[in-house]
């Protein structure tokens, strides 16, 4: 079974790592981008807040074709930044061909 890493700040990753999921605290988007790139083997899933992830968003980019691991960007304390969302989008966009779900009305 794939581990499960969470790369943020200290308070969110507590909070992770109260529900078994191991925490990578990174004090910097530098340390998040070290922290991806030497974890990247060991874990089959790796959340990481969006408020990082937006200032590592190339490091993230080099791992978006393989399988393994998952990087899963999600909100943190102050709120969502959209880029699950938009992630999404580009997904769905490539494989219908077409915006099938965040079509604007």
Known sequence: MNKIAM???RETGLIFKNMGIDSL?????????????????EY?????????????????E???????????EIPSFE????LGRMKMKRICEKAAGADILFKEE
């Open 79 to 82: 709120g969502p930044k959209g």
């Open 25 to 41: 605290e990174a004090e910097s988007p530098e340390k998040a981008s070290v922290l991806l790139r030497e974890n990247a083997k």
């Open 62 to 72: 080099e791992y978006s074709s393989s399988s393994l691991p998952a990087v899963i």
């Open 44 to 60: 089959g899933i790796i959340f990481i807040t969006e408020d990082l992830a937006l200032q590592i968003a190339d490091t993230i």
């Open 7 to 9: 790369i943020s700040d």
